[in-house]
């Protein structure tokens, strides 16, 4: 049997500048940077923004997934970060991705609900992040 792995979801405010370029190229060194030490890691996860926001699932060992969190905690680039969910698992949900990406907003009825996030089922998030990266525009660091 595989050991367990830890989940977990926050969502938090984006301080990237939406300025031409600078977005793209911040979302990019991010990709990078996860594909690096994700591999490192054995995490794997997924980022989605929505008007001004991210949503990040991350999922491996429990020591790497805390440890990444705390780094991701201290990034400047996020601002009111909230965890939603943490928990122990047998399987992962995104396993297929070091890091994937997409923007939510580019496939509407992907929309992400209203703020808190924290009063939506988790499941129902998972649900909107898996159906907006089958379907939308998808940056991503392959496993």
Do not use: C
Not at 44 to 50: F, I, P
Not at 112 to 129: C, H, K, R
């Amino acid at each position: 049997m595989d050991s367990p792995i830890t989940q977990l979801m926050y969502v938090s405010r984006s301080t990237i500048s939406t300025e031409a370029g600078a977005f793209e190229a911040a979302i990019r060194s991010i990709l990078s940077a996860s594909g690096r030490h994700n591999r490192a890691e054995d995490i794997t996860g997924a980022l989605l923004y929505d008007r001004g926001r991210f949503l990040q699932w991350l999922e491996g060992p429990s020591d790497a997934v805390e440890a990444r969190f705390g780094v991701i905690a201290d990034d400047p680039r996020h601002g009111d970060l909230q965890v939603i969910l943490r928990r122990s698992a047998s399987t992962r949900r995104f396993a297929q991705w070091r890091m994937a990406f997409t923007k939510v907003g580019e496939a509407a009825i992907y929309r992400l609900p209203g703020l808190p996030l924290s009063e939506e089922p988790p499941e129902q998030l998972i649900d909107y992040m898996q159906a907006a990266l089958a379907d939308a525009s998808t940056l991503s660091v392959a496993a």
